[in-house]
């Protein structure tokens, strides 16, 4: 049967307590100054320019996390979305995709028994879709936190707090929510999730909670300026993050945007250099969109200084519905990441990213205790 969601005025009830209380004042000074700032000149680089840019940031990347690249796996858990991003073929108004919801058996099935050896962590995602987070990723984060080592991340959009709470218990450490977009007048014109402030205050909301928090942006926008793109760096840069995305705009099927051009490929992979830059400590992915826009997508990705890489195990009965651009995607095996990671040169991270945040937790309460003891 093909159901949609229902609209967001009858959804928006299940976030309203999520935003009532403002986060502390001192969250953002747990985030670290750093010198460099992109200009226009750096984003707009090619040619000899371009390669200098992404050559300091593989620089700045081997210098903080060494030759190794975090490996995670991601599944597709359900493609209900009460939203309607004007950007994303999952928008609740394209009543053509066929709706699923996977089913936690066979996906515990696959993951506990049949993963591919070098994947550390799993990233469980859906539209905005609170049922299914409910009947299907709770259960399967409770399964893969008794039967496996997984570290366990989760993007499922804005939720209540109580349900961040219970994620958490279950065992999940990671959440991915995206800005989109740092143009708060764009991001109502392009019916971005929820509303911008809504958006930023569940980022926050969620860093207080405990969650290491990871976002993203997305470059080459219909109508987005090289002002507006800068927009997203400050943003960035002002969020208690770990770690943050640049995706390519690819223009969605069945979407209100399909006709619109692709995003500058110059512009997103020296925006991916410029946040390495800014952000040296930053865990930054090397998206699947990537391999849409370019050739060996990943490959330029990791060149400009991403390091996180993700394998696609989505059951393939259902991968051709979770559609955020195009059904034609790129799948990335196992034997595609890796052969990328190799190629350039990087080896599969032996420490999960989980694990990895977990231990810079452990060492930077160390070094407080230690510096509180000196005084």
């Known amino acids: 049967m093909n159901l949609v969601a229902p609209a967001k005025t009858a959804n928006s009830i299940l976030r309203m307590k999520c935003v009532a209380s403002k986060p502390a004042d001192n969250l953002n000074s747990r985030v670290p ?16 320019a371009q390669i200098e840019l992404q050559t300091r940031a593989a620089t700045a990347t081997r210098a903080q996390f060494g030759r190794e690249v975090f490996v995670r796996a991601v599944v597709e858990a359900s493609n209900f979305c009460r939203e309607n991003c004007a950007y994303c073929g999952m928008r609740r108004d394209n009543r053509e995709l066929k709706r699923f919801r996977a089913r936690h058996e066979q996906l515990a099935e696959m993951l506990v028994h049949h993963r591919p050896a070098s994947v550390t962590d799993i990233n469980i995602q859906t539209g905005e879709d ?159 969109a990537l391999n849409l826009m370019a050739q060996d997508g990943y490959r330029h990705g990791l060149r400009a200084g991403a390091n996180l890489v993700t394998i696609n195990l989505t059951p393939d009965e259902v991968r051709g519905d979770y559609v955020i651009y195009k059904r034609d995607r790129f799948i990335m095996t196992e034997e595609h990441v890796l052969n990328a990671i190799a190629a350039e040169g990087l080896t599969p991270a032996k420490t999960g990213l989980a694990d990895f945040y977990l231990e810079n937790a452990a060492e930077n309460l160390k070094g407080k205790k230690i510096s509180a003891a000196a005084i």
């Open 130 to 288: 609170p049922v299914a987070v409910r009947e299907i990723v709770l259960p399967l984060i409770e399964t893969l936190r008794r039967e496996t080592p997984l570290g366990i991340s989760v993007c499922l959009g804005t939720l209540t707090p109580e349900i961040y709470r219970e994620l958490r218990s279950a065992g999940a450490t990671i959440y991915i929510i995206k800005f989109e977009i740092a143009d708060a007048a764009q991001y109502e014109k392009l019916e971005a999730p929820g509303t911008f402030d809504e958006r930023l205050r569940h980022v926050r909301l969620l860093a207080e909670s405990g969650w290491n928090v990871s976002s993203g942006f997305i470059a080459g926008l219909p109508g987005q300026t090289l002002d507006g793109l800068l927009k997203n760096f400050e943003l960035a840069r002002a969020l208690p993050l770990r770690g943050c995305s640049v995706s390519p705009f690819i223009p969605g099927n069945e979407t209100p945007l399909v006709k619109s051009p692709a995003a500058d490929s110059n512009w997103t992979l020296n925006s991916i250099a410029a946040l390495r830059l800014m952000r040296p400590d930053w865990v930054i992915p090397a998206v699947s």
């Open 33 to 48: 100054e750093h010198d460099y700032y992109p200009t226009g000149a750096d984003l707009n680089a090619g040619g000899p």
